[in-house]
């Protein structure tokens, strides 16, 4: 077995994965640029942290399960009103996610609500938390299932390990009381252990009414409103006012006799 050989056989036992590959490569540019060999072995050791922070990170964004849509540097402040860019930079800074501070984005369908806390759960992994995005409808079905579902378990269990929860269309539609209360579980959880970003098109004083108990109600919102900051966005729906037709105006040159063929 050779010196490579052996070597690749020793990261495989350290699981050093990117090393074996990146080995024979850097040695040729470190004899080319006369590196010493604890500059190669620095270089060596840096790219192998590179690819597994790298690796790392996309696991975690797939894990978060985000929209498509989440950079908040395309935010158009021009449909929603509510919000600042300057205070969008300070909410992009995460400060808040370090003190547990909880976030209720407020206000009608397409004035940017999911797009903020998907782009708000981007950078937090960007910058190393365990944060995820879930729909209300996702939360009380992995509720009901998780004691019937290895799967919907699990599920679970990483939500109560997050720094941060993003909670998607909450109160959107009605909930049965028994499911109410398995959220209330969840969400008494996390109360002060992980910040929470929820998204909402209801008053808080209509909530009541979703769940059909008032009680449990407020013990919710007595937990979120704690140490949080409230948002209500509003404006002209940026769906609306950017919709597209799948008929386009095309116009005719033959009309405007622009044709050379036609001549």
């Not at 052996?6 to 004899?31: G, T, V």
């Not at 060999?37 to 790298?54: N, P, S, T």
């Not at 499911?179 to 910040?195: R, Y």
């Not at 008929?247 to 405007?256: G, I, P, R, Y």
Request: net charge neutral.
């Amino acid at each position: 077995m050779t010196i490579n050989e052996q070597i690749k056989s020793l990261c495989s036992r350290l699981r050093l994965y990117a090393l074996p590959r990146l080995l024979e490569p850097e040695a040729h540019i470190a004899q080319e640029q006369g590196k010493t060999h604890v500059e190669f072995l620095h270089d060596l050791l840096a790219r192998e942290v590179q690819e597994r922070e790298g690796r790392d990170f996309q696991r975690r964004l797939k894990a978060a399960a985000i929209p498509p849509r989440h950079d908040l540097d395309l935010f158009d402040h021009n449909y929603s009103q509510g919000i600042t860019a300057s205070r969008l930079r300070d909410l992009r800074r995460l400060g808040w996610l370090e003190q547990n501070y909880n976030i209720i984005l407020m206000g009608p369908s397409g004035t940017g609500k999911t797009f903020i806390a998907a782009g708000l759960v981007y950078e937090a992994v960007q910058k190393g938390y365990k944060a995820y995005m879930v729909t209300m409808e996702d939360i009380i079905n992995t509720i009901k299932m998780k004691s019937l579902m290895p799967s919907a378990m699990t599920a679970y269990n990483r939500l109560l390990k997050a720094d941060l929860v993003a909670i998607d269309d909450i109160m959107l539609f009605p909930v049965k009381k028994e499911d109410a209360a398995g959220f209330f579980n969840l969400i008494n959880t996390l109360h002060e252990k992980a910040s929470l970003i929820i998204t909402t098109n209801k008053a808080p004083t209509e909530w009541a009414k979703t769940l059909d108990d008032e009680v449990l109600a407020s013990a919710i919102l007595d937990r979120l409103l704690y140490h949080c900051e409230v948002i209500k966005l509003s404006g002209q729906s940026y769906r609306m006012g950017n919709r597209k037709s799948i008929f386009e105006t095309v116009q005719d040159s033959s009309l405007a006799g622009d044709n050379p063929s036609q001549r």
